[in-house]
């Protein structure tokens, strides 16, 4: 798992596009890029040459601080932070503190916000805990993160039952049937 290949896409507001280019490359040493394309998409080019982007998505509620509150914003405040292809053994520091460094700088989440995460498959087989599962499926990912968080139930437009968890867990299982079958659309 330390080697296996991944990028990253992090959603957030709170910032510009601008903004979040300009403190990603104070942080890693390279430089910004407008693209000028319809997402507006700020380009870092570290020094190793590697590309970090941060790009419109129209997903997100924008939002902003204002005065210690937080009220709607333009446009500009939506900001997705797509990463360059990391492993997890070279490159998780990097990508912790560039977050860490976002959040500094005024970028924050809210319920609109998510990420998204594309894990290279190449050689990867089922793993112990799919041992009977068939053929067709492939466990590209199972990993357990220590963590404490409260999860909630819903009932209605009610919170209820919060539930104190200690880890999270991962399991990412493509079903290489489905996959190989032609679609219609």
């Known amino acids: 798992m330390l080697t296996t290949r991944f990028g990253i896409e992090v959603e957030l507001t709170g910032m510009t596009r601008k903004q979040a280019a300009k403190t990603a490359a104070a942080f890693l040493g390279g430089r910004v890029e407008s693209s000028g394309d319809y997402y ?38 939506s900001v ?8 997890y053994r070279e490159d998780i520091e990097t990508l912790q503190e560039l977050i860490r460094r976002l959040r500094k700088a005024g970028g924050f989440v809210n319920t609109s916000c998510g990420i998204h995460i594309h894990i290279d498959g190449a050689d990867h087989t089922c793993g112990v805990r799919n041992r ?26 009610d919170y209820r039952n919060k539930v104190l968890n200690d880890k999270i867990e991962v399991s990412i299982v493509l079903d290489l049937e489905w996959i190989d079958t032609p679609s219609d659309f």
């Open 40 to 77: 507006d998409t700020q380009k870092v080019i570290a020094p190793d040459g590697r590309i970090w982007k941060f790009m419109s998505d129209g997903s997100i509620r924008t939002q902003k601080k204002e005065n210690g509150r937080i009220v709607a914003a333009g446009r500009e405040y």
């Open 132 to 157: 009977n599962m068939s053929r067709r499926y492939v466990e590209v990912l199972n990993y357990q993160y220590s963590a404490k968080y409260a999860s909630f139930t819903t009932n209605g437009k």
């Open 80 to 87: 997705e932070l797509v990463s360059p292809i990391l492993t």
